[in-house]
C-alpha cells in the first residue's frame, strides 16, 4: 500500500518475502530488491518519484509471485 503522508510504498506478506520489484506503469523497472533474511514487511521511499501508477511485484520464498497497481501522489 503507498502512504502519501511518508511518501513511501510499503509491501506486507502472510509469507517470508524473496523478492520485490517496482515498475513505471510503462513497464521500466525502477527497483529491484532481494531479502537477505526471513522478513514479511518491506517498504521503498517514492519521495524522489513523480505521481503516478506504479506496479509492485513481488515473489515469495515459497515462489508464489503477487502484482499490484499502486497509485502515487
Known sequence: YYSSEVK?????????????????????????ESADKSINRASYSTAHLPGGVYIVKVKTIEGTVSTKKVLTM
Not at 15 to 29: C, H, M, T, V
Request: no cysteine; proline share 0%; net charge neutral.
Open 8 to 32: 513511501r510504498i510499503f509491501i506486507e506478506s502472510n509469507r517470508d518475502l524473496l523478492q520485490w520489484e517496482i515498475f513505471y506503469s510503462s513497464g521500466l523497472k525502477i527497483h529491484q
